[in-house]
């Protein structure tokens, strides 16, 4: 009793689940909710990771690639405090490269030059150079030593060389930009 081009209606007596799959390990507390059981034989974890919908994006034009985010690795968590133009900020050594707290950084030597941080930003895509972001430990650890302020939840780095090129075009006037 179904019209033309519509579907047959759903038979939904006597139908086994279709999650999980007859034979797939489950927890054996999961009481309805899918957990898969890691620790049977017919499971790893790889199963169950999805690939970061982040791209790999590189350096180009650069000697050493880095990723968009920050590794999770714990080395890249440990902060110090580097000397930079004579004054103290926040750094993380990643990928044996020194990195730049970025808000910090801006507010110590480009204020007085550009607009904002959107303008710098605007600049390091036109520079081709590639801020990396912070992960969830090392916002905590610059919250803490007043690199960023309290309610700052998100943070970029910045290779140290990279930061002295975009000094430099910030100290740079170009034709057709209005000084500051």
Known sequence: NSSP???????????PPMYPPPGFPVHSSAQG???????????RANDYLMPSPIPEMHY???????????????????????????EKIAAFSIHGKTMLCLPQAFELFLKNLVGGL???YTKCKRLDIHPIVC???QVRVLRGLGA??????????IADMDFEELMKDCNTSRPGRPPK
């Not at 909710?33 to 499971?43: A, D, E, M, R």
């Not at 960023?148 to 780095?157: A, D, E, H, S, T």
């Open 148 to 157: 960023i302020q309290p309610g700052v939840n998100r943070c970029k780095l």
């Open 33 to 43: 909710v899918f957990l898969p059981n890691l620790s049977s034989s017919f499971s």
């Open 118 to 120: 959107h303008t710098v």
């Open 135 to 137: 992960n969830v430990e």
């Open 60 to 86: 180009a034009n650069r000697n050493q690639s880095f990723s968009m985010v920050s590794p999770n690795d714990p080395t890249a968590n440990a902060c110090k405090v580097v000397d930079f133009h004579g």
């Open 5 to 15: 081009g519509s579907s047959p209606p759903l038979k939904t007596e006597n139908q």
